[in-house]
C-alpha cells in the first residue's frame, strides 16, 4: 500500500461535504429540540408525580383525612369570601413574580405539592402546586390563589393555571384542542376527582366574572395565556364534575405512558440518527484518506465453485464512467481477476464492455490501513475466505441466471 498526494479537488469537495452535514445537523437538532426537551421534562413530571404519591401513601390514614379537613375548612372561608375568586391575591397569575424565593431546592417543590392533574385528550400529565407563582407555574400546573382547593365539593370553583407556548415545556399549550365532553381528572390527597368539559371562553386578563363559584356546583376551570405566543387574552376552559369510575384510572396510565414512551421513542431516533452521521463522517473521511494510498484491487470469478477464465472486466468510477487510465482485464485460469494497485475511490466494475448486465460490483476501501479492496455486490453473489495476505473475494457467476455474459 502506497502513499500518494491527494488531489486538491478532493480535498475541497470533503471539506464542502463536511460543512453542509455539519449545517444539516445543526438544523436537525434546533428543529428536535423543543419535542426533546419537551419530552424529558414530560418524562421528569412523572418523576416528580410518582415521588408525590409516594410521600403521600406513606402517611397514615389520620393525617390523610386531617390534611382533607384543612382543605376543606378553607374552601369554606373561600365561599364565605366578599373578594371575587382569583382577585384575593393575585390580579393576573402570568404576571406575578415570586421574587423572594431564589433558587429554591428540592423541599421547597415539596412543600407546595398539592397532586396531579391529567388531561388525556391533549397528553397532559402534571404535578399541580398549591399557588401560583412563576417558579410553579414553570414545573407544573398551579392552583390560583383565591379560588377553591381542587378536592371536589357543592359551590366549589377551582381555577387551574399553566403556561402555554413555552420551547422547552408544552404544558397547556393545546389546550385549545380540547372539545367538550373532554374528561380531565385531579389527584389530590389520595383520591381521584373527574371532570367534564362544558364550555370554553376567551376573556382579557382582568375579566375574571367567569371564575365566580355557581351555587351548587363543582367546577374546576383551566387556565392560561392565549393567543398562542401574543398572550394578550386568556383561554377559560371550565368542566363540571361526573363520577370516576374505574375505566378512568386506564386513562390516567394511557397518559403517564405516552411521555415515557415519547422519550425512548425520541431517544432511539436522535442515537440512531447522530451514529448514521458519524458513520457517514467516517465514510467520507475513509474515502478522503484512502484516495491517497494504494490499494490492490483483486478477485476470483467462478461458476458453481469452479474457476473461470476469460472473462473481461472493465474498471468504472463511482458514476459509472470507464476508467482510462485504467485497463480492462481477463480472468486467468485460476479465475482471478486483477486490476493490481489503484488509488483509493469508489469503483464499479462491469462485466465486459457494454453495460447490459444486472450484476453490479463495487469495489471500495472500508479501512485506510486495509491493504486492498472490499468488494460489494448483491447477497449470495459473494463469498469472502480470509488469507494471510488479506481477503479473497470469490463471485459466483450462476447467479447471473441465463443472461449472456459478454
Known sequence: MKKMKAKKEDKINLFLKLFIALMFLAGAMIFSYPFVVDSLNNFLDQRKIEHYQRIYEEKNAETQKRQLRELEEKNKEIQKSTNIPGMGMVEDPFEEAVGH????????????????????????????????NDLLLDKGATLLQGTSYPIGGSSTHSVITSHSGLPEKKLFTDLDKLKKGDHFYIEIVGEKLAYEVESFKTVLPNEIDSLVIQEGRDLVTLLTCTPYMINTHRLLVTGFRIPYVEEMTEEIQRTKNYHNIRLIILSTLMIVFLLIFFYWVWRKFVYYQSTKRLYQLKFYWTDKQVPQSGQLFTLLDRRGKPMDNVPAVISQSDGKVDFGEIPGNIYRIQLGKEKEHSFKIK????????????????????????????????????????????
Not at 423541599?107 to 391533549?122: D, N, Q, V
Not at 479501512?367 to 447477497?379: G, N
Open 363 to 406: 469495489a471500495k476501501v472500508w479501512h485506510i490501513k486495509d491493504p486492498q479492496f472490499k468488494i460489494i455486490t448483491k447477497r449470495g453473489h459473494l463469498k469472502v475466505i480470509k488469507a494471510k495476505e488479506g481477503k479473497n473475494y470469490f463471485l459466483s457467476k450462476e447467479r447471473l441466471g441465463n443472461k449472456k455474459v459478454k
Open 101 to 132: 424565593v431564589k433558587d429554591p431546592d428540592r423541599s421547597y417543590y415539596e412543600e407546595h405539592t398539592l397532586g396531579a392533574i391529567y388531561i388525556p385528550a391533549i397528553n397532559v400529565s402534571l404535578p399541580l402546586f398549591d399557588e401560583t
